[in-house]
């Protein structure tokens, strides 16, 4: 079973800083890519950031490009979001995910999904 579990959401300040985890603790899988997404309440699961697994090449949505970093360590079967001057609106549930297609931005492609880490920044 593919289990992903994120790790590193929290309560912080504009400006701030935190660094989510997404580990797979579960068997093996073939991806390709892995993403990044973030639900607030009341809106729609919004596309952050994807990295192809093999070859690392990244896409970000526009609201984070500069701020955000997302990378990947194969030997630690783990992807990491870097997020920097964190803002309110940033604020949203992250969620982890794999897939093994190739476009990178659809949420309906993505195949597993991890449960969710809160991330909260207040003014």
């Known amino acids: 079973q593919v289990q992903l579990a994120e790790s590193g959401g929290g309560l912080v300040q504009a400006g701030d800083s935190l660094r989510l985890s997404c580990a797979n603790s579960g068997r093996t899988f073939r991806r390709n890519i892995m993403g990044w997404f973030r639900q607030a309440p009341g809106k729609e699961r919004e596309f952050v950031a994807a990295?192809?697994?093999?070859?690392?090449?990244?896409v970000y949505v526009d609201s984070v490009k500069g701020r955000f970093t997302i990378s990947r360590d194969k030997a630690k079967n783990t992807m990491y979001l870097q997020m920097n001057s964190l803002k309110p609106e940033d604020t949203a549930v992250y969620y982890c995910?794999?897939?093994?297609?190739?476009?990178?931005?659809?949420?309906?492609?993505?195949?597993?999904w991890g449960q969710g880490t809160q991330v909260t920044v207040s003014s």
């Open positions: 995910a794999a897939t093994a297609a190739t476009r990178m931005d659809v949420a309906a492609l993505y195949d597993y």
């Open positions: 990295i192809s697994w093999s070859g690392g090449g990244t």
